[in-house]
């Protein structure tokens, strides 16, 4: 991954969704999904069926959802992907975290991003340069070490990770919405709208 410099941020902000998770407004503008493992949110008793261990929930769908990325950085130009993270406020403890969660190959990852990041100058986006870059993120979101927003500028939406597994997906259109949920569907998995129960027209 490569850090995007000051100059370059002001300008890539008008380009990209501006999440505010602690927004009611935003959510109601904005149109939104769930990207989840389940086609529903679960009832007690449903849930109770479920063993939501990391081994068990989060292993046995990390192959959908490492297909999913890969599909969606394969339908991407270069650097169109920007990982929103705020890498100044990482605490020394989830670095560790990071480390201790990810697989061999991203931990190198994540030290070569250390090592060559100026925490003086460093800004709150990168640019992903590769699938391996992708795959890294997607796995310090999956496994819960940290949330950060992923957005994919060419395709129209932004995603940001969510808790058991789940993902929050804001888009720019429906056109968006359906051409995400084509891909979702194919790799079993399910884009659905959330809170259930709530209508909010979007």
Not at 167 to 194: D, H, P, Q, T, W
């Amino acid at each position: 991954m490569r850090m995007i410099n000051y100059e370059e941020v002001e300008s890539l902000k008008e380009q990209l969704i501006n999440i505010q998770t602690d927004s009611d407004d935003f959510y109601y503008k904005t149109l939104h999904r769930l990207l989840d493992p389940f086609s529903h949110t679960l009832d007690i008793d449903e849930a109770s069926s479920f063993s939501f261990a990391f081994e068990d929930l989060y292993l046995k769908y990390e192959g959908n959802y490492l297909s999913l990325f890969e599909e969606l950085y394969n339908q991407s130009t270069n650097q169109s992907i920007v990982i929103e993270m705020p890498y100044n406020e990482i605490s020394e403890q989830t670095h560790l975290a990071v480390l201790n969660q990810v697989d061999r190959f991203e931990q190198f990852q994540w030290i070569k991003l250390l090592k060559q990041t100026d925490e003086k100058t460093a800004s709150d986006f990168f640019v992903v340069e590769s699938f391996e870059d992708l795959k890294l993120m997607y796995q310090i979101n999956s496994r819960e070490v940290f949330f950060c927003n992923i957005h994919f500028m060419e395709l129209g939406f932004s995603l940001r990770g969510h808790f058991d597994r789940s993902m929050e997906v804001f888009f720019e259109s429906e056109k968006a919405i359906e051409s995400f949920k084509n891909i979702v569907e194919k790799n079993g998995l399910f884009l659905r709208k959330y809170p259930d129960e709530l209508e909010r027209g979007v």
